[in-house]
């Protein structure tokens, strides 16, 4: 299994953007789908974007749609997750994480699928 380090967190305003960054180790993402989770205070850890393999595919869900962007760089072995016109309610701590997949274009949107887990990494969004 990889192991997957998140960076970027902070402390923003409303409507400020952050740019999150996982950095893999101890293998490469090529056969990974990844996904971007968040958990925030007494709720459950949800959903915030997905990417295939090759990068051609992606999945959001509504709440975050039009706002973030999740990319990868295969051959840095890194995934980013840019997060534009932030709000109150995308605080959270966000997870990256790493499924391995078989076809180059499945995007997993459910926890379930996938196996390997960073540490987590805190956005904090004033109003």
């Known amino acids: 299994q990889v192991q997957l380090v998140e960076s970027g967190g902070g402390l923003v305003q409303a409507g400020d953007s952050l740019r999150l960054s996982c950095a893999a180790s101890?293998?490469?993402?090529?056969?990974?789908?990844m996904g971007w989770f968040r958990q925030a205070p007494g709720k459950e850890r949800e959903f915030a974007a997905g990417i295939s393999r090759s990068g051609s595919y992606t999945k959001y869900p509504d709440s975050v749609k039009g706002r973030f962007t999740i990319s990868r760089d295969n051959a840095k072995n890194t995934v980013t997750l840019q997060m534009n016109s932030l709000k109150p309610e995308d605080t959270a701590v966000y997870y990256c994480a790493a499924g391995y997949a078989y076809s180059s274009s499945s995007v997993y949107y459910s926890d379930n699928e996938y196996n390997s887990w960073g540490q987590g990494t805190q956005v904090t969004v004033s109003s």
């Open positions: 101890g293998g490469t993402l090529r056969m990974y789908a």
